[in-house]
């Protein structure tokens, strides 16, 4: 890489925003930060930016500003506060790449507003495109913007398109661990805590991308963000469970071949990708060994005791504002589910009657977008209300 990358990272505290500061701090030559931002955790974000010193930084939690402002004093390093400041923080003209790792809805508008003022996005925020990925895909190209996705999947098969993009895709195959409660029954699942759901076999993540990942609603987000970054139809994304984590996905050919991006669990290599593409930079991650994986296993995920992998993909089915319904009522869900409101299994519940009862709007904008998010929010929360 020739000159500096500026970049962004939106949701710098969390656990991609550090393990994307890890990549940063192993490759100074090639990155300068220019933006950090974080929702609540003050503490480690003026500890980010006495270290990296980046030309600002946002506390969206308000109440947080004067601490930020006042450890952070006797630095050149501005200081914003509040969601405003965090949606308008990505126009600067001095940023080359925004690195969007907010964590579900918060992310929409800022890498929204980041597109329109022509940044590339390296998008860790699947909620966007689940949320109106039309529209933010349309935008893209018309402000001739690239999206680089972040996600281990997703960057799998953007990794094995490298080369192919003149070639139609017959299928894309994304893999799933299964989480931790893979092969368990309904009469299992009604009885688990949030303590079993956060203990991932493989990833370490945040709290509710873990609970998304253990009740295979994270992999229902990534078929809906799979559809608009690679432009294919929902019965050509395909979902098999494959436990070790290795196989990151795949994309089978219309000749009948397959393409796979392998390698151990790790965010940072993904990470790297979309910063450097289309170079590969040096870096000292552990290595896969076939030998300490003799065996890689490959199974049907369980749709019946699972129900929200097809709650998305009939979601996907309806198109319009459905998905926007399932992420709303996904988000309140699980964060009843992190406050012992509901059970496991009732999230999926709670997430079919949002989306039976919320207003379907079929050619949505922003703003409907918008409302959509508000109203199916307060349903899924009246509905737990209604339960307790």
Known sequence: MSEKKHVAILGSTGSIGTQTLEVIRSHRDNFEVEVLTAQNNADLLIQQAIEFLPNCVVIANESLYQKVKEALSQMDIKVYAGEKALAQVVEMDTIDVVLTALV??????????AIQSGKQIALANKETLVVAGELVTSLARDKGVNIYPVDSEHSAIFQCLVGEFHNPIEKLILTASGGPFRGKDKSFLEAVTKEQALKHPNWDMGAKITIDSASLMNKGLEVIEAKWLF???????????HPQSIVHSLVQFEDGSIKAQLGLPDMRIPIQFALTYPER????????????YPNLTFEQP??????????????LDKGGNAPCILNAANEIA?????????????????????????????????????????????ITQELIKSKV
């Open 302 to 315: 369980d749709l019946k005791t699972f129900k929200n992998l097809q709650l998305a993909y009939t979601s």
């Open 104 to 113: 579900g809805y918060s992310g929409m508008v800022p890498t929204i507003n």
């Open 231 to 241: 432009a294919v139809e929902k019965d050509q994304i395909e979902v098999v469970v």
């Open 334 to 378: 699980v964060a009843a589910f992190l406050k012992d409101e509901v059970g496991f299994l009732e999230m999926s519940d709670l997430i079919e009657e949002t989306l039976d009862k919320a207003t379907f709007i079929a050619n949505p904008s922003l703003e409907d977008y918008k409302n959509t998010d508000k109203e199916s929010r307060r």
């Open 281 to 292: 930079l040096k870096a000292d991650f552990p290595r896969f060994d076939f030998t300490q």
